[in-house]
């Protein structure tokens, strides 16, 4: 599995308008379905159930990045995207610091094994800090595509 197999480019967000954490969610979701990776009449509900998980536990998990997620049965094939704020959001992060880089997942409720895999490769590649450097100071949406491109191509290596 690429990242890129999973990165709806058209939906990136080089630089998101929503400043707190629910309003990213929002964003991200109606981003996918403007683009059609989701159909727009589930984006308040795949918005609830996906601030619902980060309500459960929080999903920025330190260095400027979080992984919101969720699975459910309106969504019919994995789909995420990327957002980008140059002002940082709270996520509740472990580290407490602000957000810059939010990998939005979103998993129909029968693709566990895919889900888990997909998670896998996203945290696998936001642990190097030179991708998420890059993508932190990436301004434009496909800035932040060829860096995608490029995570695929080191993991191959």
């Keep these: 599995m690429k990242l890129s197999d999973l990165i709806c480019t ?16 929002r964003e991200l ?6 683009h059609g990776a989701i159909k727009s009449e589930h984006v308040e509900t795949i918005a609830r159930a996906t601030i619902a998980r980060e309500n459960q536990g929080s999903t920025g998990f330190g260095k400027g990045v979080a992984v919101p997620h969720v699975k459910h049965q309106c969504i019919e094939k994995m789909t995420a995207t990327i957002g980008r ?3 940082g959001v709270d996520f509740a992060a472990l580290d407490r610091a ?4 939010i990998v939005m997942l979103l998993s129909p409720t029968s693709a566990r094994e895919e889900h888990l895999a997909a ?28 860096l995608v491109t490029e995570a695929d191509d080191l993991q191959s290596e």
């Design 98 to 101: 602000p957000v810059y880089t």
């Design 119 to 146: 998670m896998e490769k996203i945290f696998r590649c936001l642990q190097r800090e030179n991708f998420r450097r890059f993508l932190r100071q990436a301004e434009t949406p496909e800035a932040i595509a060829e």
């Design 85 to 87: 704020s140059s002002h």
């Design 10 to 25: 058209l939906a990136i967000v080089s630089e998101l308008q929503a400043t707190d954490r629910n309003g990213v969610i």
């Design 29 to 34: 979701i109606q981003s996918l379905a403007d």
